[in-house]
């Protein structure tokens, strides 16, 4: 595993210990973690502070040279809404830890010729099975279900 | 034009009064607007909050079966990371101000079923127009150009 998915899942894991959900999100520059974020819905009441956009938003405004030499790392398989940042952005690589739990919208960005590796981490994929087991209706409020 | 148009209009004017770009949307539930909210690139240095990101999250914490009552006025077509919000949480119908000044992910839209109205609105272009003349750059920069 690298390190940048290792940061993601301590994103991911400071979630947790807030009580939140926990997905984790890094946005790498050239080999350097430019943002950090994980989900917030519980812990701002936010609807739209996914991982990602945690991390993007963390990340502040770039400029679109800069968001194309970028990396998005991310503990889970990234829903419409992120996949739609993602691309808005043109950030070209995305690196998931797993889709096993939650299949989000890889196609979308396959067609759109964005790279997309998929880990399918133990690590992700335990963390997230666990909560959802023990949190299933704060789950699917978070997917929209 | 309907009222929940003109609340939208509102919003992107109280936008660009406060120095910002000049899109707004409101989130309708059952002929009740729930939440307002315009583009917050400049106020809040944010790259997420889009107007119909803003309104959305605006709007707090619902139920999918709420989404699933909901209407989303924007004044313009919405961006993929916009588009993608609506289709996470089940919006099943956008009305848009205009689309000739920006395309968003309409087809996208329709791909899943949602009903896609686009009213091509003089005021809605003229506000965009003028302000796209007038920042071309902070323009640029909300859509990752």
Redesign the interface.
């Given at each position: 595993m690298s390190n940048f998915m290792m940061a993601a899942i301590e994103e991911a894991l400071k979630g947790l210990d807030e009580g939140g959900i926990p997905i984790g999100s890094v946005l790498v520059h050239k080999d350097n973690i430019i943002g950090r974020g994980h989900n917030r819905?519980v812990q701002k009441?936010?609807?739209?502070l996914h991982a990602e956009?945690d991390a993007?938003?963390n990340?502040?405004?770039?400029?679109?040279a800069t968001?194309r030499d970028c990396v998005l790392y991310t503990t889970l398989s990234p829903?419409?809404?992120?996949?739609?940042?993602i691309?808005?952005?043109?950030i070209p690589k995305i690196v998931i830890g797993e889709n096993q739990t939650f299949m989000g919208?890889e196609s979308?960005l396959k067609a759109n010729n964005l790279e997309v590796i998929v880990e399918n981490n133990k690590e992700c994929i335990e963390i997230m099975q666990r909560f959802i087991r023990e949190h299933p209706d704060l789950w699917?409020?978070d997917?929209?279900?």
């Open positions: 819905r009441n936010s609807v739209i956009m993007l938003e990340a502040g405004r770039l400029t679109a968001y829903c419409p809404m992120c996949s739609g940042a691309l808005l952005y043109g919208s979308l699917n409020e997917i929209g279900k």
